[in-house]
T-cell receptor, first 120, second 111 residues
Framework: EVQLVQSGAEVKKPGESLKISCKVS????????IGWVRQMPGKGLEWMGI????????RYSPSFQGQVTISADKSISTAYLQWGGLKASDTGNYYC?????????????WGQGTLITVSS | QSALTQPRSVSGSPGQSVTISCTGT?????????VSWYQQHPGKAPKLMIY???KRPSGVSNRFSGSKSGNTASLTISGLQAEDEADYYC???????????FGGGTNLTVL
């Protein structure tokens, strides 16, 4: 069974750094792209970026380029999303999702989401 | 890049059909046959309903169908059921396949 299990909710202060995780199981981690999606409170989905764990090739949405870093550790089948200095506007729910093989915009399995609250 | 344009809300009665539109540009929806649709119930993760314009993942009801004409993609839900009440998002490849863009989302109410 394919599963994407994300790390737990976080409460952080502006300026703090953060790295959240997405541990996968049930398939070969290296063979599928993993993407990250933001959902701000009461708002829609925003695609942030994607990584191919096999060679760590990474692509970012122009809106998030330079704001976050996506990485992966093949040895533990885990993808990461990190911030160097959080802002209040980073508050939201963040999902990881596996991209369907051969399709560029389709994500067939999703994590449960990680809620991040940034407040002073 | 701007979000794809969807109606903020649609509604229909049980048993009826509804269609949700998703309008982009030739740089996204019109330029690729990689449009997908997601259903999201409150407090839940999104669920893939349609991919590559008109393909259904295993386990998704055949009441859901997708299509595309020019820069506009559409999701049609036939035989509406109460459980279909949710938010729906379209999604398209863009930027020479280098990134993906979502629509603003449509809230479906089953009357």
């Amino acid at each position: 069974e394919v599963q994407l299990v994300q790390s737990g909710a976080e409460v952080k202060k502006p300026g703090e750094s953060l790295k959240i995780s997405c541990k996968v199981s049930g398939y070969t981690f290296s063979n599928y792209w993993i993407g990250w999606v933001r959902q701000m409170p009461g708002k829609g989905l925003e695609w942030m970026g994607i990584i191919y764990p096999g060679d760590s090739e990474t692509r970012y949405s122009p809106s998030f380029q330079g704001q976050v870093t996506i990485s992966a550790d093949k040895s533990i089948s885990t993808a990461y999303l990190q911030w160097g200095g959080l802002k209040a506007s980073d508050t939201g729910n963040y999902y990881c999702a596996r991209r369907l093989s051969g399709s560029y915009s389709s994500f067939d399995y999703w994590g449960q989401g990680t809620l991040i609250t940034v407040s002073s | 890049q701007s979000a794809l344009t969807q109606p903020r809300s649609v509604s229909g009665s049980p048993g009826q059909s509804v269609t949700i539109s998703c309008t982009g540009t030739s740089s996204d929806v019109g330029g690729y046959d990689y449009v997908s649709w997601y259903q999201q119930h409150p407090g839940k993760a999104p669920k893939l309903m349609i991919y590559d314009v008109n393909k259904r993942p295993s386990g998704v009801s055949n009441r859901f169908s997708g299509s595309k004409s020019g820069n506009t993609a559409s999701l049609t839900i036939s035989g509406l059921q109460a459980e279909d009440e949710a938010d729906y998002y379209c999604c398209s490849s863009a930027g020479s396949y280098s990134y993906v863009i979502f629509g603003g989302g449509t809230n479906l109410t089953v009357l």
